[in-house]
């Protein structure tokens, strides 16, 4: 019994000391400082069980900080008292006391309090839905914890900066803040921040569409949390994963499942307190319930979150109710009213800048009005809808990751070699170090020659080490410069790279316009066709045929988009270029003004190459076109076929040496082309021509015929000396 006593009294007094009690006997048993720092702490742990507590406790702390003059204190109480206000939607007093910390931790130059002030700050303006102002506080934020190297903060502010963006509809920078905040994370080892990271970019992906991705990512991050939530209690994560996975099915139209994931969510949120949490699980399910066709279920649920985010002051969410109530109130037939509450979403989604939320109203706003014949106003919200479509377009967002992962490895080699440099200052200073220890040992050699071997000895020793630290610096050097010239190739290949994104994207864009004009040109032509057979006054028979001749331009101009982005297929056969070469040079032969004097180099027997003669044709006639355009007063245009191997030249179309190829050259001596039209020469709708006289896609078609035919283009040009081009393309082998 006595060792069963002394076990009991000694569990009692470890209880007493542990977790709120044992802040509960320092709060009661000390004062000064150390009382001020457990009633910052007792605040903190028990603010989300015991919110009244947890004010007071801040509350006390800050009016006793402030009775002993202790400003490191002051700053922390006026913290932690707005992040409770802010829990609790009082954004006003929260923002109050914030602004109240602020100069105080600059005034003590502790950046780590004043980054997470601003941090705070930048919290505060996002609910306010005030995008541009959090983004200025939480940029300042993380130029403050540059200052100090903390990671874990530089983290934070990086996830809060791609949050932004993202609500922004900006993706590409949303994608490269989160790529940037997990290096920082993982230079911090902390791994509630990875799990953030997977969760982010699962959200990303999914507003991108790519839901595989984003299901792996998301899953990720629930591993992690899930992990957490079994540690310490806190499944807010959890919830926060299952949200998104619920959208996901959604989304892949499996509502039955959706539903099944958003339920345990919003159990999850409801045990937890979290009303912020409530109110999205509510409209997530509003949506399921809506598309389900479920129109009273849904309309419950999203008034419930509807008053909730209201409640809450959630400025961001209350957009996403508005549209979904919106589409119900139409779907029951309440059209008018279901109209107004979609304009009511769209104006605040506006005051809030949320683009992707803008897109998504106008588009149901145009269909709205488009469904009851009103044509003007649909008009009107399509191209509202349209004029966002280039700001928030996903797809280039795709062809940048590959860019985005070599920005994450070039953070980590800029690391790599900050710390090198460190290195390399350190052995600065030892060599220095050792110097002075040879002069001591110089000077003390003259005073005490009992010891001359064993000077002389230490100096051996020191020069032996100089030389040593001496290679090593050499080395250090040579690294850092052998790094930054592979970073220099590096960003030379991600140029190239990002030019050939640039026309794909593009490409995949004009190709939607050019198929939605095509549909309108032929309703054009069609009732121009009827309106033909019906006119007899001859003035109207002449301003019809001026509109389809307009027509017939503007079809050119559509055949010539839809080449540029590759949705025409080629017609590819071996043939021989000397044909295809001469009928060309046949069509600008009758046309060839005196002056200019042409010189042909077309030897027979070369070789055909695999292409299509048409559009090869059609390539070739427009260089020739463009030469004679340059030489306005004379010259020699000289046009010359020979095989190359393809290494010799930057066409670079096989890797293999051994790939014998044909070059095509067309050469002019006209007043030549300056740097920086050439740079964007190949850009589609790009052209130094007049309005009218052309589109600004005929080297751009060139470039994408060429590329299809398995070949490269090129120019090389010199003000006042002429151009030439260089068409390459690969021999054919039977």
Not at 311 to 317: E, K, N, S, V, Y
Not at 708 to 733: D, K, N, W, Y
């Amino acid at each position: 019994m006595h060792w069963y006593a002394i076990f009991f009294l000694l569990f009692s007094i470890t209880q007493l000391f542990s977790g709120i009690d044992s802040l509960r006997y320092v709060i009661s048993n000390t004062t000064g400082a150390d009382r001020i720092k457990a009633r910052l702490e007792y605040s903190e742990e028990s603010a989300g069980s015991d919110y009244k507590s947890a004010v007071s406790q801040a509350e006390d702390a800050l009016a006793e900080a402030r009775a002993i003059h202790d400003q490191s204190f002051t700053v922390r109480a006026l913290t932690q008292l707005s992040i409770l206000e802010r829990q609790k939607s009082d954004l006003d007093n929260a923002e109050k006391h914030l602004l109240l910390a602020l100069p105080l931790a600059e005034e003590m130059k502790d950046f780590e309090l004043s980054s997470k002030i601003r941090m705070e700050l930048g919290r505060v303006y996002i609910s306010r839905g005030d995008n541009y102002m959090a983004m200025e506080y939480v940029k300042n934020a993380r130029d403050d914890a540059e200052k100090i190297n903390n990671h874990r903060i530089l983290g934070s502010c990086y996830a809060m900066i791609s949050n932004i963006y993202r609500v922004l509809g900006v993706f590409d920078k949303s994608l490269e803040s989160i790529i940037q905040a997990k290096s920082e994370y993982e230079l911090a080892g902390f791994e509630e921040g990875a799990a953030w990271v997977a969760y982010s970019l699962g959200r990303l992906y999914r507003d991108l569409g790519m839901y595989d991705e984003a299901m792996n990512s998301v899953n990720e991050a629930l591993a992690t949390y899930s992990i957490m939530a079994e540690a310490n209690g806190d499944s807010i994560g959890v919830a926060l994963c299952l949200d998104q996975i619920g959208l996901l099915h959604l989304e892949q139209n499996n509502a039955e499942l959706a539903q099944s994931y958003l339920l345990r969510s919003l159990k999850i949120y409801t045990e937890g307190n979290s009303n912020y949490g409530v109110s999205n699980a509510r409209k997530n399910l509003g949506k399921v319930a809506y598309v389900n066709g479920h129109y009273t279920i849904a309309k419950e649920y999203l008034q419930q979150s509807l008053e909730e985010k209201l409640r809450i002051h959630d400025a961001l969410g209350i957009p996403g109710v508005y549209e979904y109530l919106g589409l119900v109130l139409v779907g029951e037939g309440h059209w008018q009213a279901g109209v107004d509450t979609l304009i009511v979403g769209l104006e605040k989604a506006n005051s809030n800048n949320q683009r992707q939320a803008q897109f998504n109203l106008n588009g149901h706003l145009a269909h709205a009005f488009e469904d009851v014949n009103m044509p003007l106003e649909a008009i009107k919200y399509y191209k509202l809808q349209h004029s966002l479509q280039d700001s928030i377009l996903p797809n280039p967002v795709r062809f940048k990751l590959p860019e985005l992962r070599s920005i994450y490895e070039s953070e980590q080699n800029r690391q790599e070699i900050k710390e090198l440099n460190q290195k390399n200052e350190i052995i600065k200073l030892e060599l220095a170090r050792q110097r002075a220890i040879q002069w001591g040992l110089y000077i003390g050699s003259l005073f005490l020659l009992i010891f001359t071997a064993v000077v002389i000895r230490q100096y051996l020793n020191v020069r032996s080490l100089n030389s040593v630290n001496e290679e090593l610096i050499k080395n250090l050097q040579l690294e850092i410069k052998q790094r930054k010239k592979a970073e220099a190739e590096r960003l030379i290949v991600e140029n190239k790279l990002r030019q050939s994104q640039k026309l794909e994207a593009v490409g995949t864009m004009v190709n939607g316009i050019a198929h939605e004009l095509n549909n309108v040109l032929q309703r054009i032509f069609l009732y121009a066709g009827i309106l033909e057979n019906q006119l007899q006054d001859v003035n109207s028979k002449h301003s019809l045929k001026a509109i389809m001749d307009s027509g017939e331009y503007a079809k050119k101009i559509v055949t010539q988009v839809m080449i540029f982005s590759r949705r025409s297929i080629a017609a590819m056969e071996a043939q021989d270029l000397q044909p295809i070469l001469k009928d060309a040079l046949d069509l600008v032969k009758a046309e060839l003004p005196t002056q200019i004097e042409l010189i042909e180099n077309i030897p027979e027997d070369l070789g055909p190459v695999l292409c299509d003669a048409t559009q090869m044709k059609e390539v070739i006639s427009n260089l020739l076109k463009n030469a004679l355009e340059a030489m306005v007063d004379g010259g020699k245009l000289s046009i010359d076929l020979h095989k190359v191997m393809s290494s010799e030249l930057n066409g670079n179309i096989n890797e293999s040496k051994n790939q014998v190829s044909l070059e095509l050259s067309i050469s002019d001596t006209g007043h030549g082309i300056d740097p920086e039209t050439l740079e964007k020469i190949f850009d589609p709708f790009f052209t130094t021509k007049e309005v009218g006289k052309g589109t600004g896609l005929g080297l751009s078609v060139a470039h994408g015929l060429i590329t299809q035919m398995g070949g490269s283009i090129s120019v090389a040009s010199q003000i006042g000396v002429g151009s030439t081009f260089r068409i390459l393309l690969p021999l054919f082998e039977s």
